[in-house]
């Protein structure tokens, strides 16, 4: 039996310049974080030789790779020829919240498969080879902040750049500004969870065919490349803030969908109780809600948001790994 654990990510800014239809004709960027909360994949061999019983949200059993409904998993298993497997997937926290979990789910199954095949892939490759199934072959509208920001782990500056390739540099913090970073972030769940594609479809469209669009995604890129200077070179840390802010005011702009009323009174709400600035994570239209408040608002927040469930969360800094194996 193999196991492995791979983080949810947190994105701060510059999402949407992650997508193939942004780089091309310039680098994207965004900085953020992968967190405490896991999605947990097994893999062993089933008692009935050459047959597939996969349990996730729903459980298949059959005998033909081509007959299995999940893409991702099917996509994976053909990849790495795995033919007799007896599969599990379990998590911290609900899909289609705005944290990555798809590509969480697609970096974690990439790992324990090349694992079983003998390989030692580092993160990096296992984030390149998810991008090409989710991007490439399954034709997914989504970009490649996931697949990097979940697998490699730990708070990033991450680069994508028009010949395809991907740079990677983390944003290095002393102990006290980065526990002051940690313990001044909120997560607040919505109730709602949603599919993340609609959104990125129409922003995809838009970002080819609308120039205000594409300027919008230059700022954020922009943002991103700047609150990593901010961090690294001048150490206050409350400036993400102000970041996260500034994003969420360009982010609504991109899509009509990525919010509505209900989420702008949670933001307003959160900004009137001593939150600095927050956001909607991932592609919006629900999931978490992030925000940054400084150590004296902390339980002024808390409680206007009371009817929310707050989600504690500390940064994770080894990204995807095997936590088990028996031979």
Known sequence: ???????????????????KEYYKDEPGAVLCTSID?????SIHEYFYPNRYLIKYSKTEETGD??????????????????????????????AGTGMGSSSAFTCGLIKICSKLNGQ???????????????????????GKQD????????LNYIQFNPNES??????????????????????????NTRKAS????????????NKSTKQTLHKMSQMAGNLFKDLTIGGNVDIIGEYLHEAWCLKKGLVSSITNDEYDNIYNIAISNGAIGGKLLGAGGGGFFLFYAKKENHEKLRLALNLYKELKFKFDNEGSQIIYKNN
């Open 1 to 19: 039996m193999l196991i492995s654990r791979t983080p949810f990510r947190v994105s701060f800014v510059g999402g949407g310049t992650d997508l």
């Open 37 to 41: 909360k896991y999605i947990y994949l």
């Open 65 to 94: 790779i081509n007959l299995v409904q999940h893409d991702i998993i099917r996509e994976v298993f053909k990849r790495y020829s795995i033919n007799n497997a007896d599969f599990n997937a379990t998590a911290d926290i609900p």
């Open 120 to 142: 030692d892939l580092p993160n990096h490759e296992i984030a390149k080879i998810a991008c090409d199934i989710e991007i490439n072959i399954l034709k997914e509208p989504i």
């Open 147 to 154: 697949q990097y920001g979940c697998c490699i782990g730990g």
């Open 166 to 191: 991907v740079n990677i540099s983390p944003v290095l913090l002393n102990n006290l500004d980065l526990n002051i970073l940690q313990n001044n972030l909120f997560l607040f769940y919505t109730g």
């Open 198 to 209: 609609s959104i990125l479809s129409t922003q995809k469209n838009s970002t080819l065919n």
